[in-house]
């Protein structure tokens, strides 16, 4: 279940309570709206697909695949697909390892993306089982799909210059230390978070 606008604005509100500077940032640009994904292997398998190219050219490839496998593009009519018949749809070679990597834990029952452990660094590690869905893939997904409050992707670019901006700093800090300017925002850092990418894409920056 995803974080609602209610889940968000109870987090930054709290966020607001012990840091000023976030009242401010609410006050100026309004509160985030709710990102949401639904759960499960397709959201996974097009997180994929969207890797490295435009959104136009991710959802014509996914339009190919649904045609190819059927909707959904689910794991078992995936796997049995020839890699060139997965070519033609236009999937990279690299790409067609990782989703057959998806699609073979997912069948297999390896990976359940409806019962994924409660504890945060416990479900990432479990997603990242899965070829080509790195840390940041994973954060996002349970942020978005999962609605874990917490979830902090620390290696997003977008999060770290925020970060830099809000504590004033002169470089965009690397991941690590925008992993621990965060400590003060537990358990609300998946909204903190939600708040950098609207301060960053909002024109009043």
């Not at 697909?49 to 695949?65: D, E, F, I, M, P």
């Not at 890699?83 to 029952?109: H, T």
Request: aromatic share 6%.
């Amino acid at each position: 279940m995803s974080l609602s606008q209610d889940d968000i604005k109870t987090s930054l509100d709290a966020v607001a309570d012990l840091d000023p500077a976030f009242a401010a940032i609410i006050a100026e640009i309004g509160y985030p709206p709710a990102r949401v994904r639904p759960m499960g292997y397709e959201t996974l398998l097009r997180t994929i697909l969207g890797q490295q190219v435009s959104v136009h050219a991710a959802a014509a490839v996914w339009k190919r695949l649904e045609s190819l496998v059927g909707a959904g593009a689910g794991p078992a009519q995936l796997l049995v697909q020839s890699d060139e018949d997965l070519r033609a749809c236009g999937l990279s070679r690299q790409k067609i390892g990782y989703v057959r990597s998806l699609a073979m834990l997912v069948e297999s029952g390896e990976v359940d993306l409806h019962a994924l452990p409660h504890e945060d660094e416990a479900a990432i590690a479990e997603l990242v089982r899965i070829k080509g869905i790195g840390r940041w893939s994973a954060e996002i997904y349970l942020l978005f799909a999962e609605g874990r409050a917490d979830i902090w992707p620390a290696g997003d670019l977008a999060v770290q210059i925020q970060s830099g901006r809000w504590a004033r700093m002169d470089a965009r800090p690397s991941e690590a230390e925008t992993r621990a300017m965060a400590e003060n925002w537990r358990p609300h850092r998946g909204a903190v978070a939600l708040l950098a990418w609207h301060q960053y894409n909002n024109v009043v920056m």
